[in-house]
């Protein structure tokens, strides 16, 4: 691990001034992710700005009926409200089949949206990896593509996005909140808070150099059966081969978003059109245009697989 200097944050505004007028600079929560990429040498920073002090650590209920997650709420405390369970349960159980109790009694709301891709090429510094460095090539395009990605990706990376939070927030259409160096707040859609890789894979979401994420809002329940299924190579602490996190009504309509499968959780509105058609309907508009390889093809028939037994599960329920 390179040396670098420390600070903690006293302000939302105060962090984000503190990192954007140092290059290399960086916030540091839980760490659950940061610490391990520091110790491998692919994050270096000069610099961490500790935003732990902020109070950012509560779960409230806003004025239009939804909740507001603070920005360090831990997964464990959020997968266990009682309002996320009895009307966000998709984003509960999302949670719930990521990681490891341990993991999740640190890991925090806004630094699990900000996890970065378990692709092997990008953890392996002797490998080219646009994400890690820019303009080096992609090792992973050629190479072993079991846990990669079949949609959305390009000629310069063919990396996931790891986490499962992210993919209930999807479908449940949160937002995300900041603020700047300036003290100015927003609000970006989930929809576009990541971004698919095009020929700048290592810009990976709609922060802008020094943006603190503060808190999470929910809208107001969908109602419905709330479903999210996983599917890995072994039973407990594994990233999602293919994860579907879904919130279905009881006339068959419904929301649907898939992980595991690009680089960013995948949703595309268009396609729920056909959820009363059933999972193959659904799944031939998600996965059109896919581009899997020899190793992940598979993929692509998981999708309808998985998403068909989320459908089956809703349809017992209503039962």
């Not at 003290?183 to 971004?195: M, N, Q, W």
Request: glycine residues 8%; proline residues 6%; contains cysteine.
């Amino acid at each position: 691990m390179k040396p670098f200097s420390y600070e903690r944050a006293r302000t939302p505004a105060e962090a984000a001034a503190a990192v954007a007028q140092r290059p290399g600079a960086k916030f540091l929560a839980g760490g659950t992710n940061l610490l391990d990429l520091m110790k491998l040498e692919i994050e270096a920073p000069t610099h961490l700005v500790d935003v732990q002090d902020l109070k950012l650590d509560r779960i409230e209920e806003t004025p239009e009926g939804g909740l507001r997650i603070g920005a360090f709420v831990s997964n464990t405390a959020l997968a266990a409200d009682m309002r996320v369970r009895r009307d966000y349960a998709v984003l509960s159980r999302a949670i719930v089949a990521g990681a490891s109790g341990q993991l999740r009694n640190k890991a925090t709301t806004a630094g699990n949206l900000l996890q970065r891709t378990r692709c092997p090429y990008f953890y392996d510094t002797n490998q080219a990896c646009n994400k890690r460095r820019p303009g080096s090539g992609c090792a992973a395009i050629g190479g072993y593509s079991r846990q990669l990605a079949v949609v959305g990706s390009s000629d310069a990376c063919i990396a996931t996005y790891p986490g499962d939070m992210a993919v209930a927030m999807r479908v449940l259409d949160a937002q995300v909140e900041t603020v700047n160096a300036a003290g100015a707040t927003r609000t970006i859609p989930i929809d576009v808070f990541h971004r698919l890789p095009g020929n700048t894979p290592h810009v990976e979401n709609a922060l802008q150099p020094g943006e603190l994420i503060t808190a999470v809002t929910l809208p107001r329940p969908l109602g419905g059966h709330h479903a999210y299924q996983k599917v890995r190579d072994r039973a407990s602490y594994a990233f999602a081969l293919v994860s579907v996190a879904a919130v279905i009504q009881k006339d068959g309509t419904g929301r649907v978003a898939i992980g595991g499968v690009a680089h960013k959780p995948w949703r595309v509105e268009a396609a729920e059109a056909a959820m009363p058609q059933g999972s193959q309907a659904v799944s031939a508009r998600l996965m059109a245009g896919a581009r899997p390889t020899r190793d992940n093809a598979f993929k692509v028939p998981l999708v309808e697989r998985t998403l068909a037994l989320v459908l089956d599960e809703a349809k017992e329920a209503r039962a």
